[in-house]
């Protein structure tokens, strides 16, 4: 009698077992797509069993295992952070592209070439004042153009600044829902893991590497202590430290809560491209531009200073004007000169073309680093298309190796409907395999009750 009440309640505790197992195979179903979430799996444990001893054996259910694999959400974290710096680099410099397009039929390049080409003119009539218009024309259109695209590198600079503020604060609000979960973190003595909270933190950890680089320790009792820049604290147990983003356009710096610069630490995701490009990509190119307006300027003023104007005068005012400490580019402009200003005549020609052709070979002169005005432009432009294109083909390899660490971890902690489809059938068939085996139980036990009572009378 004493063997059939053990199997009864080791049939009634298995019943319990496989609905404990079926609920957390729909638990897995229901977050298949839940961001963070890791595949849990039952585990069973059988109990001793010696009937002599009072042991009747059976199955209990063990704590379920977590499949989370902390080697496979770093490598996630780490191709999501190299991915998001090469997709921020890309988004900075496409704006950029258009102001340098080197196949555009207007814009700095071509506008030179006209320049130019007005100069050659006015060497065929040097007297003529149509002629000596174009000139003045052509030189407010290039200086026009100068400032365009000086006024295009100052406003990404300052669409950058805005971003890295924002990326700042988003990194920030992050660290607190960090440290805000590590507050609620649940300590199970059994070293159980609760899937919906370890799923939020893994998932705001993930968003973080998107937007910087970092370091998580896991602590004993499952909190994570986050290092920004694998350095300085940004999340310690319940508490997070904000970080914050000083300077203007073209320098901008990251300090930590205690004041410390730590913009060296941030080397991956959004914020170190934001930095990279406010600080160093976007003054250089406004640095070549500068060159390149301020040599133009002082060239063309400094032949037209060795002529003569129409009246046999020499000039009293230069064509181009700047300001060097503000930046050529963004203040280069015209003077109001009138077209017999203009000294097409060399001293002692009076109405000739003598100066009116220095200025057109201008244009084949190798006066800035060993290249032409045309050449250097085009090396900005080059540089700029470089580093896009580079840009671009980083985004393109970053994704793929972004895209194997998301597959080696959804082999390894993903969950697949297929095989919890399987694992339902399974338990589902033992589940009523029990019931019936009750069943059986419950019958014989009947019967031996009967009997029992027909016995006793």
């Given amino acids: 009698m004493g063997n059939l009440i053990a199997s009864l309640l080791n049939s009634a505790q298995a019943l319990q077992v496989y609905q404990q197992a079926m609920s957390l195979t729909e638990n897995n179903v229901v977050n298949a797509n839940t961001p963070g979430y890791a595949k849990q799996v039952m585990s069973f ?18 704590l379920p295992q977590d499949t989370r694999d902390a080697y496979a959400e770093e490598e996630v974290r780490s191709e999501q952070s190299a991915y998001n710096y090469s997709q921020q680099k890309v988004s900075d410099l496409t704006p950029v592209q258009s102001t340098f397009d080197l196949s555009s039929s207007s814009g700095i390049g071509p506008d030179m070439t006209n320049l130019f080409n007005s100069f050659s003119a006015l060497s065929v009539n040097p007297n003529d004042a149509v002629t000596r218009q174009g000139v003045l024309t052509a030189a407010s259109t290039v200086a026009q153009d100068f400032n365009d695209a000086a006024n295009g590198l100052l406003t990404q600079s300052a669409n950058l600044a805005q971003q890295t503020t924002s990326v700042v604060g988003s990194i920030n609000q992050l660290a607190g829902q960090i440290a805000q979960i590590n507050s609620e973190y649940p300590v ?39 290092y920004i820049g694998g350095q300085t604290p940004l999340v310690v147990g319940s508490q997070a430290f904000d970080i914050q983003s000083l300077g203007s356009p073209p320098q901008t710096a990251i300090q930590s809560s205690t004041g410390t610069d730590i913009t060296s630490q941030i080397t991956g995701g959004q914020l170190s491209a934001l930095i990279d490009d406010q600080n160093n990509i976007m003054p250089s190119y406004l640095s070549s531009l500068n060159t390149l307006a301020q040599n133009l300027s002082d060239q063309v003023n400094s032949t037209l200073d060795q002529g003569i104007d129409e009246n046999g005068a020499a000039p009293a005012t230069d064509l181009f004007t700047y300001n060097a400490t503000t930046g050529a580019a963004i203040t280069m402009g015209v003077n109001p000169l009138t077209t017999d200003q203009l000294a097409a005549a060399v001293p002692g020609s009076p109405g000739g073309n003598g100066n009116a052709l220095a200025l057109a070979n201008l244009a084949n002169a190798t006066v800035i680093q060993g290249y032409t005005f045309e050449q250097f432009y085009g090396t900005i432009g080059g540089k700029v298309g470089s580093d896009l294109s580079s840009a671009q083909n980083d985004a393109t390899t970053q994704q793929s190796l972004l895209n194997q660490a998301q597959t080696l971890r959804q082999q390894v902690s993903g969950v697949s409907l297929d095989e919890e489809a399987e694992n339902l059938m399974e338990y589902q068939r033992s589940y009523e395999a029990v019931s019936k085996m009750i069943g059986v139980l419950n019958s014989v036990t009947d019967t031996l009750m009967n009997m029992v009572g027909i016995v006793t009378t």
């Fill in 45 to 62: 444990e059988a109990q001793p069993f010696d009937i002599s001893v009072g042991l009747p054996g059976g199955v209990v259910a063990g």
């Fill in 188 to 226: 199970d003595p059994g070293g159980g893991v609760d899937a919906g909270v370890d799923a939020q933190l893994n998932s705001s950890l993930e968003q973080l590497s998107q937007l910087t680089n970092f370091t998580a320790v896991q602590q004993p009792d499952g909190q994570v202590t986050v």
